[in-house]
């Protein structure tokens, strides 16, 4: 009899994942308060009030960024700048750094340190350090960097906890790095068909490109609302995009939810760039990844709480039966497909030429 065979593209990586939990998923001991699941694993410290939590992200040529597009200096600033959104997105304060870096040859020393001043900037924005790493021979260029993050054990905040009720928001804007993402890649295209003498004019989308290039983990918000008093109940950053995370918050919240597409905040240059592409902005909002924006499920009543301008209602929670729903902008409401960034289905980075979320 042969060896069974699954593909990785028939389970996904969600699908991968829940495979792989449920061999090593029951190794834990009393002080791991959160395993494999959310956007940081959290345990307790011996002082029982103090809990650390620790994440990991990869960063692949080819597979997330292309180096063509890609100024190396800002490649070590997403590199920590991811890290540190799913460190925020448990409510904690980013700590230390280390870094494994696989390095082609035709990469130079001068690019690696133009690399690490990327870092060192993410570090000093962010208040971390880098504490380490590994260096090795690649065929491409490799990274993975892990954050340890520290934040008190009744402030952690998880992707369950929304109740039916609560409201769903959203911080900052959606589907701008996507839309960047579109730019660089039409830019792409252009200077291979008309060669290196090709300069192109990039000025009316320097925003979106930014948010491509140099995202940013929002950890001035959480800031924010630790001095405004504000407790959102359930809580996950944006990196697969917006459908893929309200469906995360709502399985593990047992809930449902409906999102109005109308209330998604969106940039004006954001809507130019599906206006020039001739797209409907609102699937860059919905479906489009790497915003490293926060959503989370806030109880009604913090809601003069928290500073209007930081902030968008873009929908509510509702009971597990009424599932996860869309009002379009014309009014119907229909179900809300969890679509969104996922390794291994077909027209992922690996086989074709969009760059991945992490
Ligand atoms: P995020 O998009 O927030 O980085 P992921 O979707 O990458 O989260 O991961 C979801 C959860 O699965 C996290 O708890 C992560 O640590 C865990 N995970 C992902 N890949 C693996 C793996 N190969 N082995 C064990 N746990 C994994
Ligand atoms: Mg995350």
């Not at 873009?314 to 996860?324: E, H, R, T």
Request: charged residues 25%; hydrophobic residues 40%.
């Amino acid at each position: 009899m042969s060896e069974p065979f699954t593909p990785l593209s028939e389970v996904g990586e969600f699908g991968l994942i829940d495979r792989l939990q449920a061999i090593v998923g029951d190794l834990s001991d009393s002080d791991l308060i959160m395993g494999i699941g959310d956007d940081a694993a959290v345990y307790r410290l011996p002082d029982r009030e103090t809990v650390h939590v620790i994440t990991t992200d990869a960063l692949l040529e080819g597979v997330h960024f292309d180096r063509l597009m890609t100024p190396m200096e800002h490649l070590g600033y997403k590199a920590i700048a991811v890290n540190v959104s799913d460190v925020v997105a448990m409510n904690a304060e980013p700590r230390y750094a280390t870094i494994s870096v696989g390095i082609p040859a035709k990469i130079s020393v001068e690019m690696i340190e133009a690399f690490y001043q990327g870092i060192r900037r993410a570090c000093t924005k962010y208040g971390l350090v880098l504490v380490g790493g590994d260096t090795t021979a690649a065929h491409t260029l490799c990274l993975s960097v892990t954050v340890v993050g520290e934040t008190h054990m009744d402030e952690v905040i998880f992707r369950r906890g929304a109740r039916p009720g609560d409201l769903l928001c959203v911080s900052g804007d959606l589907g701008a790095a996507y839309a960047g993402l579109k730019i660089l890649l039409e830019q792409r295209r252009a200077l291979t068909e008309k060669g290196a003498n090709y300069r192109p004019d990039l000025e009316p989308f320097r925003y979106v490109i930014q948010r491509q290039l140099l995202p940013e983990a929002r950890l001035d918000v959480i800031r924010d609302w630790r001095v405004r008093g504000i407790r959102p109940r359930a809580l996950i950053d944006v990196s697969d995009g917006l459908a893929s995370e309200v469906h995360h918050l709502c399985r593990h919240s047992s809930c449902g939810a409906i999102v109005y597409a109308s209330a998604i905040p969106v940039a004006l240059e954001t809507r130019e760039v599906a206006e020039h592409f001739a797209e409907d902005v609102d699937t860059y909002a919905l479906f489009g990844g790497e915003d490293y924006e926060l959503l989370f499920a806030l109880p009604p009543e913090q809601l003069e709480l928290l500073d209007p301008t930081s902030f968008s209602v873009i929908g509510a929670f509702l009971p597990a039966d009424q599932g996860v729903q869309v009002q379009t902008p014309e009014g119907a409401i229909i179900p809300l497909e969890p679509a969104g960034y996922q390794h291994f289905r077909s027209g992922d980075g690996t086989e074709g030429e969009t760059p991945a979320a992490s």
